[in-house]
Structures are given as structure tokens and as C-alpha cells.
């Protein structure tokens, strides 16, 4: 259907370009035919771009819905509050529509940079339709986009933004370290004050009520999936984790000169861990040696190790925004930052991803 969209678009292109460039009388009859060329390329270009296809079929029992909680707490940081010396972290939640099929198990998940609360929809689902109940945090100024309880919108600080890209492009060991130490610290912190309201029974949300707060499983993407290594060195309530492709910005130590590298602590990781990844890593850190990718030793130390909590899984044909469902929403576009390494369709690759973490939570 996308090539159709496309050969459309093509049209309404070439005939666009036509009416611009020909005389035509009377002058509205010009003009309409602009504007229906745009109107048609604008809406073919929609459709093959960001054609959003159908999440995987769920394999669980219950219907899901979703609802929506807002944590509160008090910041000295004026750049990451939503209103003057207060920070408001948006939650959505994924649950069973009826209450007493809910399992008991509380999941909470961070997304990666410039991500949504949404970016791993169809996981959630799956796991809801599992009678889990599914917690995703909207970080405000590092979300693309971040709903907040009054309906306002914050979108991504541009300065932050720009560190991100800048970050991809050096090689500064110091630099590299403190701006992910200071990026996965503002996730923390959202994960630990909402954790800690939950715990406290400050909250309305009957799901999350129903819930045990006492034994939480967390799961991130990227950036957020560092977040979540992290808080579960800290945390003694966090009984699994699973990562889509982070990094162990929370097990670097300092800096390795002799090595050009990192100290990362060599303590044991003290729960499970799933951790899933994509092309974009996998053939660097699956080698016998590492060579570079040097953020990701810790990765590398565990992919190669003898230790049953440490599973690994590879999804073959995909890249590090694949692994989420942007790559469901936008395929093409998603493929182009990826530098074109989701060569396996993005139902085949959501729905290994929905069976992996399935299976690991149903073993915690």
C-alpha cells in the first residue's frame, strides 16, 4: 500500500510543479489546483512516512486499557521544573480493563532520549494483557514531548537536544561520562520519587494499588535502560531488569588513561537482567575483543559471561530506535536514523521483543 501512497505523491508532485510553471486562467482556478496538490502530496507523504501499522497481536487473555497518574515533587534544579520549585512526572499506565485479573506485578519503564512515554506501546500491551500492570514515565525537557495533568505540553529542551547529537560525534572520555551521569541521573530521580510516592501509598490509581509495591521490576530503553541499571545497584525492592540496548553509565567508576577507557565496578549485578539489542551494537560487543565502543565494556563483560542472571538477546535486523514502536509508527523514517539497519519488519521485530521480556518476567 506504501508504494501506491508513493506513486500518488509522485503525481501530485509532478502536476504541482506543472501548475505552478503553466499559465492558467482564470487565476482561482490556478490556485485551487495548488492547493489540491498539496493537499493530496501532503497526505500520500503522511501515509508513507508515518503510516502507523497495527501493533502484533497480543497473546494474553484480557482486554487492556490504559490510565493516567501525575507525581509531584519538590526541585532545586529551575532548568527541570514544570512550575516554579516543583517537578511533575507524567505516568501512564497499561492494566487489564477489569481489576481482579491484575497479577500483582508492578513494571515501571524509563524511555531513552528524545523518546515518549508511549515508545514501547506494544510491549506494554502484551504485558497488560498478562494481567500486568505497566507504569511508563514521561521525563519533561528530555521527552520529545510530555503531556502534563493540566494538558499542557513541554517539549524537549533544545539545549539538551543539542548535547545528544554533539555527544555522538566526540570522543572525550570526561565529556561523554559526565553528560550521561547527568542525563540518567534526572531519570533516576523521576523513577525514585515516583517509586517512593507509590511505596508511600501516595496514589489514586486503584491498578497501581493492586499492585506489590514491594517488589518492582523495572525496564528502560537507551538512556532510560542506564537509568534502571543503575537504581537497581541502589535499590533492594527491584527484583529484575530489563534493558533495550543501554549502556552502564551507573557502573562507570572514572576514567581508565592507561586503557583509554573506563573503571566500571566489577561488582556481581545483584538482580536478573534481560538485556536486548539491536544491529547497531550486537557485532562489536558479540566479539572476542572490544574494539572502541568503550561505553559499552560493561555490556561487553556481560555478554561474555558464565552468569545465568545475565541473559542476552539479540533481535537480528533491527537498529537501537527499531527496538522501539517508532519503528511500527514510522518505518522508513525510523530505518533512516538507524542508518537503514531494520532490514526485519517491524512486526517480526516488536513481536520478539514482546516474547522475550514476556518469558523473562513470567521466570521472576
Request: without cysteine; hydrophobic residues 40%.
Given at each position: 500500500?506504501?508504494?501506491?501512497?508513493?506513486?500518488?505523491?509522485?503525481?501530485?508532485?509532478?502536476?504541482?510543479?506543472?501548475?505552478?510553471?503553466?499559465?492558467?486562467?482564470?487565476?482561482?482556478?490556478?490556485?485551487?489546483?495548488?492547493?489540491?496538490?498539496?493537499?493530496?502530496?501532503?497526505?500520500?507523504?503522511?501515509?508513507?512516512?508515518?503510516?502507523?501499522?497495527?501493533?502484533?497481536?497480543?497473546?494474553?487473555?484480557?482486554?487492556?486499557?490504559?490510565?493516567?497518574?501525575?507525581?509531584?515533587?519538590?526541585?532545586?534544579?529551575?532548568?527541570?521544573?514544570?512550575?516554579?520549585?516543583?517537578?511533575?512526572?507524567?505516568?501512564?499506565?497499561?492494566?487489564?480493563?477489569?481489576?481482579?485479573?491484575?497479577?500483582?506485578?508492578?513494571?515501571?519503564?524509563?524511555?531513552?532520549?528524545?523518546?515518549?512515554?508511549?515508545?514501547?506501546?506494544?510491549?506494554?500491551?502484551?504485558?497488560?494483557?498478562?494481567?500486568?500492570?505497566?507504569?511508563?514515565?514521561?521525563?519533561?525537557?528530555?521527552?520529545?514531548?510530555?503531556?502534563?495533568?493540566?494538558g499542557s505540553s513541554i517539549m524537549i529542551?533544545?539545549?539538551?537536544?543539542?548535547?545528544?547529537?554533539?555527544?555522538?560525534?566526540?570522543?572525550?572520555?570526561?565529556?561523554?561520562?559526565?553528560?550521561?551521569?547527568?542525563?540518567?541521573?534526572?531519570?533516576?530521580?523521576?523513577?525514585?520519587?515516583?517509586?517512593?510516592?507509590?511505596?508511600?501509598?501516595?496514589?489514586?490509581?486503584?491498578?497501581?494499588?493492586?499492585?506489590?509495591?514491594?517488589?518492582l521490576l523495572l525496564m528502560g530503553h537507551?538512556?532510560?535502560?542506564?537509568?534502571?541499571?543503575?537504581?537497581?545497584?541502589?535499590?533492594?525492592?527491584?527484583?529484575?531488569?530489563?534493558?533495550?540496548?543501554?549502556?552502564?553509565?551507573?557502573?562507570?567508576?572514572?576514567?581508565?588513561?592507561?586503557?583509554?577507557?573506563?573503571?566500571?565496578?566489577?561488582?556481581?549485578?545483584?538482580?536478573?537482567?534481560?538485556?536486548?539489542?539491536?544491529?547497531?551494537?550486537?557485532?562489536?560487543?558479540?566479539?572476542?575483543?572490544?574494539?572502541?565502543?568503550?561505553?559499552?565494556?560493561?555490556?561487553?563483560?556481560?555478554?561474555?559471561?558464565?552468569?545465568?542472571?545475565?541473559?542476552?538477546?539479540?533481535?537480528?535486523?533491527?537498529?537501537?530506535?527499531?527496538?522501539?514502536?517508532?519503528?511500527?509508527?514510522?518505518?522508513?523514517?525510523?530505518?533512516?536514523?538507524?542508518?537503514?539497519?531494520?532490514?526485519?519488519?517491524?512486526?517480526?521485530?516488536?513481536?520478539?521483543?514482546?516474547?522475550?521480556?514476556?518469558?523473562?518476567?513470567?521466570?521472576?
Amino acid at each position: 500500500m506504501e508504494i501506491v501512497w508513493f506513486i500518488i505523491g509522485a503525481v501530485a508532485l509532478v502536476v504541482l510543479f506543472i501548475t505552478l510553471f503553466r499559465k492558467i486562467r482564470p487565476w482561482w482556478k490556478k490556485l485551487l489546483m495548488i492547493l489540491l496538490s498539496l493537499i493530496v502530496l501532503g497526505f500520500a507523504a503522511f501515509q508513507v512516512f508515518i503510516p502507523i501499522h497495527p501493533m502484533p497481536d497480543v497473546t494474553g487473555d484480557f482486554a487492556v486499557t490504559t490510565s493516567k497518574e501525575s507525581f509531584y515533587y519538590e526541585t532545586d534544579q529551575p532548568e527541570y521544573e514544570t512550575t516554579e520549585g516543583e517537578r511533575e512526572v507524567p505516568v501512564t499506565i497499561w492494566h487489564p480493563e477489569n481489576i481482579d485479573e491484575v497479577n500483582g506485578q508492578l513494571v515501571l519503564f524509563s524511555h531513552g532520549s528524545l523518546g515518549v512515554s508511549d515508545s514501547n506501546d506494544s510491549l506494554f500491551t502484551e504485558l497488560a494483557s498478562h494481567g500486568y500492570v505497566v507504569a511508563s514515565l514521561a521525563h519533561p525537557y528530555h521527552s520529545f514531548v510530555a503531556t502534563l495533568e493540566d494538558g499542557s505540553s513541554i517539549m524537549i529542551d533544545q539545549e539538551y537536544l543539542q548535547s545528544v547529537l554533539s555527544s555522538q560525534n566526540t570522543e572525550d572520555l570526561d565529556t561523554v561520562m559526565n553528560d550521561f551521569r547527568e542525563w540518567s541521573q534526572m531519570h533516576e530521580t523521576d523513577l525514585t520519587q515516583v517509586i517512593d510516592q507509590i511505596q508511600a501509598d501516595d496514589v489514586e490509581n486503584e491498578f497501581i494499588q493492586a499492585t506489590n509495591t514491594d517488589e518492582l521490576l523495572l525496564m528502560g530503553h537507551s538512556l532510560g535502560g542506564s537509568s534502571v541499571l543503575a537504581l537497581a545497584r541502589e535499590r533492594d525492592d527491584i527484583i529484575a531488569v530489563v534493558v533495550l540496548e543501554g549502556p552502564f553509565i551507573g557502573d562507570i567508576e572514572g576514567i581508565n588513561s592507561e586503557e583509554d577507557g573506563y573503571e566500571f565496578n566489577d561488582e556481581p549485578y545483584p538482580v536478573p537482567i534481560l538485556h536486548i539489542y539491536s544491529d547497531a551494537t550486537w557485532d562489536a560487543l558479540s566479539a572476542d575483543e572490544l574494539d572502541g565502543w568503550v561505553i559499552y565494556e560493561q555490556n561487553w563483560n556481560h555478554i561474555h559471561s558464565d552468569d545465568d542472571n545475565y541473559q542476552n538477546v539479540h533481535i537480528d535486523g533491527s537498529g537501537h530506535i527499531g527496538l522501539t514502536d517508532l519503528h511500527r509508527v514510522s518505518p522508513r523514517l525510523v530505518n533512516l536514523f538507524d542508518g537503514g539497519l531494520n532490514t526485519t519488519s517491524h512486526e517480526e521485530v516488536l513481536t520478539q521483543i514482546n516474547e522475550s521480556v514476556l518469558e523473562f518476567v513470567e521466570e521472576q
